[in-house]
């Protein structure tokens, strides 16, 4: 399987035309239409189906599918590849490419970054949010350096550094609820309440345990991704979101508010990365720089 075929392909999943991809590619369409069919032929699958007389419009089937996913993963790490080898011994440049969730404890990141950019200007980062399978799974797929996760860490397949600020887990409730004049939120004041929960709760959630009640027998109203979502649902009435402390900003004329919980809840996050990885350079000077700001907060 060549490349160039792969490029191919996508620019004709892209322009859903035969016609139209090769006029991009700047091909004619039967040399298009001779590589594609040996693609299937080496693959010994069909991967488009053609339109009917009436229509030029290709759809992929479900092997097309799963190979336009594959193929842009693996364009983007030749892509990168030849980014980290192109650059000369003498100069530290190039990109570092960072997965996590949404979380204060990012702060230390940017830090990292900042200090860096001083002395080496030319890194350039890329910064993909999501939650632990994403962050997994892109690290898997070798599309990013570093991911940042929460929970327990597969030591058989990752490295890892825990990050020394903890993360403290609390309520986002409207100012002008009677549930926002207490300090502390107990497990007992949510048992009735509407919740607004991460959609990446799983067994290992860390709030199963301390809500002492079956995750069956609440009433969660609502799964956010990103919690700025989850927050305009609290605003507009609709629950109470579960989440970390100082990702939304609760000053000034913001309707919400933030209470922790009690007894209080933490949850550590950790940098992760895969087992016999070599870094870029410019991925080496950021872990190298990262380490520092752990230390100096230890």
């Known amino acids: 399987m060549e490349l160039r075929v792969l490029h191919y392909f996508l620019a004709v999943a892209r322009e859903q035309s035969i016609s139209a991809a090769a006029e991009s590619l700047h091909l004619s369409q039967p040399t298009l239409s001779t590589q594609l069919k040996a693609l299937e032929d080496e693959l010994g699958k069909k991967l488009l189906i053609r339109g009917t007389k009436g229509s030029r419009r290709v759809v992929l089937t479900d092997e097309g599918m799963i190979l336009r996913k594959r193929a842009e993963e693996i364009l983007e790490l030749v892509r990168m590849t030849e980014n980290e080898i192109s650059v000369s011994d003498e100069i530290v440049e190039g990109d570092v490419y960072i997965g996590a969730g949404e979380s204060d404890v990012f702060r230390i ?85 509407p919740l607004i929960v991460s959609a990446q709760k799983s067994d290992d959630w860390p709030l199963a345990k301390w809500i002492k009640k079956d995750l069956n027998d609440l009433n969660i109203v609502a799964h956010y991704n990103l919690v700025f979502n989850a927050s305009i649902m609290v605003e507009e009435g609709l629950g109470y979101a579960l989440s970390f402390d100082k990702l939304i900003n609760v000053s000034g004329d913001s309707k919400l508010c933030f209470i922790p919980l009690d007894p209080p809840l933490v949850s550590e996050a950790s940098v992760i990365w895969k087992k016999y990885q070599i870094f870029s350079k410019a991925a080496q000077k950021y872990m190298d720089e990262l380490k520092k700001c752990f230390v100096e907060m230890n």
């Open 109 to 193: 990141f940017a830090k990292a970054a900042g200090n860096l950019e001083k002395k080496y200007p030319d890194i350039h980062y890329h910064i993909f949010s999501g939650n632990f399978v994403f962050v997994q799974e892109q690290l898997d797929r070798g599309l990013i350096d570093f991911g940042v996760v929460y929970g327990p860490v597969d030591a058989s397949k990752y490295n890892s550094i825990k990050v020394p600020i903890p993360d403290r887990w609390g309520i986002y409730i409207r100012k002008d609820d009677p549930m926002a004049e207490m300090e502390y939120i107990r497990p007992e004041d949510l048992w009735d309440k």
